[in-house]
């Protein structure tokens, strides 16, 4: 009796398995097509991802793309890149034309929902919009702004971001509306408006091309929660394991020292058996994750360095954009980048 | 134009240079009001023209980096240069950039003796049914040897010419078949072609792009595909070609009707009497409609960014985005401008010199 049962689970195991044992649906169709497709922004987005002179793409967000692909075929040039522009991402997503987004693309209910069917697998870049204001006015907090003329680009979650913060604090406030970013930053430049308000990436940037980038300062208010990471369709869970085990690899890293330079130094003499797994030396947590192969993450850190070498190399303090680190730093250094251990 | 401003008592043949100089002059400032519209003129060419020669030319940065444009007040002609293979290619693979640079040279050859009457023989269609397929093979690859080249990686200036050319070429005979259908006199015909025209005018160009690009392969089944690019090139046909064909009607409309009913009585077939009558004359007489439809519709191909494809805008505005050359947008639209105003420009003088070939009478 008790045979005939185990026999008839591992015929139903036998029938139902193999199909259970293979990928999600998205994971299958880019190791098929042997190339992954990554959505960047169009026309391009300083620090993040723009084409270089050679029509090559570079940047923060390429980087995390290109991490992926390591996960997945062992090889960072295994990536298509499909520029897309605020409009067609999300359509460019849902048709299949991308496999995943890496623009700078924030995590809200309204797209991880059933009705959009978005899946966001991690946080790369916590960024929230902020306001900038001549440093001549002495103001240190947003509570000080009642009743000034901010320049705010229309139509955007930014200009509703906006209305809503001086609602809130019962301030009042005048718009300056321009829908180019250069005209904006040439409007706050000339003295047409009192501050300056975007997200805080954004603004570090628009704030490098001021005529005198000194004189201005970023208030240390966050308006608005802008988390920002890789999209993929919603449904295939080994995707975004593979996407968010790659994100963490790169934080890991960084909480645990390991470097560039020396990550091949520490596979080969750390005791830490943390270290020792995240880097594929023992365990076989690569196969698991259906990584390419068992050391995915050295080869992510040997490639491209950890998160904070690939936030220096684009996006920080010797950049031209010259972000400092703020929310993202690891969390023992006082950020908000947490990753779940290697084990 | 300077001539026609000259009084009318008998001149020399060919007044020299001096004399008509002389004339201009003595036009400009023949009368209270004419004498302070030329002054108001110069005066603001003095208050324009030294500081954007000084901003374009003395001041300027040829080469160098965006620091050494950062020290000197005047333009970053330096940013043009380090972007202008990039504005050209796109992002075609960079070691590859020999086929999009031959493929445009083809396309200028072909273009240019295109405008030129003396070819217009059968030897220039046959041309076109060799380059047109020659050139698209030339870029994507895949055959003789050549890397395969995904159509989403063509761009820059390349992509401009070749939906620009390939839409407007196939968009022209297209317009001219739906304008001959609206005025048909089967009613079928007509209300198809009438739909075709109302509904693709109707909208915008960038929704069409967008439902070609984005939303088309939604209702594909699973498993067929159609390339990108033949896409947009299709919906960019279809809108040049319902916007040409309400133009190839006004024309046919303005013909008189003695010259339908003379081709009549010559006992001419329909497509003759069009080919041989009607049609000449109504694209002779819409040519100024025509070429302002065509450079309206030449500068639209800029659109197609908003389906992510990189057009020779597109390139520019892209570079605006490297972080190591930040802040030269002025660099970029002037040279931006100056292409589309050459481009355009060129446009515009051909379609005179054909008025004045097609109709010597009428100047």
Known sequence: MKLTAFAAAAAAFLAFGPVEALAGRDLDQIRQRGVMRCGVQAPSNPGFGFPNAQGVWQGFNVEICRAVAITIFGDPNRVEFVPVTTQSRFPALASGEVDILSNNSTWTLTRDSNVNRFNFPAIVFYDGQSMMVPRRLNITSARQLNGATVCVQPGTTTELNLADYFRQHNMRFTPVVVADLDELRRAYDSGRCDVFTNDFAALAAQRTLLSRPQDHVILPERISKEPLGPVIRQGDEELTNIVAWTVFALIDAEEMGITQANVEQIAASSTNPIVRRLLGVEGNMGESLGAARADYARQIIRTFGNYGEIYERWLGERTPLGLERGMNRTWNNGGLLYAPPAR | ?363
Do not use: H
């Open chain 2, 1 to 363: 134009m300077s001539a026609t401003l000259a009084p009318a008592k008998p001149a020399p043949a060919l007044p020299g240079l001096a004399a008509r100089a002389r004339d201009f002059v003595k036009a400009c400032f023949n009368g209270p009001l004419n004498i302070a519209i030329s002054l108001a003129c110069i005066a603001l060419l003095v208050w324009l023209v030294p500081p954007l020669f000084r901003w374009a030319v003395l001041e300027a940065t040829w080469e160098g980096t965006a620091q050494s444009c950062r020290q000197n007040a005047g333009a970053c002609w330096a940013f043009i240069r380090e972007k202008f293979w990039f504005s050209v290619f796109g992002l075609y693979p960079f070691e590859e950039r020999w086929r999009p640079a031959s493929m445009l040279a083809i396309l200028v050859v072909m273009v240019v003796a295109s405008t030129i009457r003396r070819f217009w023989n059968r030897w220039l269609l046959l041309g076109w049914a060799i380059a047109a397929p020659a050139m698209w093979v030339l870029m994507q690859g895949g055959v003789f040897g050549l890397p395969y080249v995904q159509t989403r990686q063509w761009g820059g200036l390349t992509i401009t010419g070749i939906i620009a050319v390939y839409g407007l070429a196939l968009g022209y005979p297209l317009s001219i078949l739906l304008a001959l259908g609206r005025r048909s006199k089967l009613t079928l015909v007509r209300w198809f072609c009438t739909a075709i025209i109302e509904c693709v005018r109707g909208v915008p160009l960038i929704s069409l792009l967008f439902m070609a690009a984005i939303m088309l392969p939604l209702f594909l089944p699973q498993g067929v595909t159609v390339d990108r690019l033949i896409r947009v090139l299709f919906a960019y046909t279809l809108f040049t070609a319902a916007y040409m064909a309400e133009v190839v009607r006004g024309g046919l409309q303005a013909m008189p009707r003695g010259q339908y009913e003379a081709a009549d009585s010559l006992g001419l077939t329909y497509w003759q009497k069009m080919r041989l009558i009607i049609l000449p004359q109504a694209l002779t007489i819409t040519i100024p409609a025509q070429v302002n439809t065509f450079i309206g519709l030449f500068k639209d191909t800029t659109l197609v960014v908003v389906i992510g494809v990189f057009d020779f805008f597109t390139t520019l505005r892209a570079s605006l985005g490297d972080p190591n050359w930040l802040g030269f947008p002025t660099e970029a639209y002037v040279y931006a401008a100056a292409v589309y105003f050459v481009l355009c420009y060129a446009m515009s003088r051909y379609s005179q010199r054909l008025e004045r070939e097609f109709r010597p009478g009428a100047r």
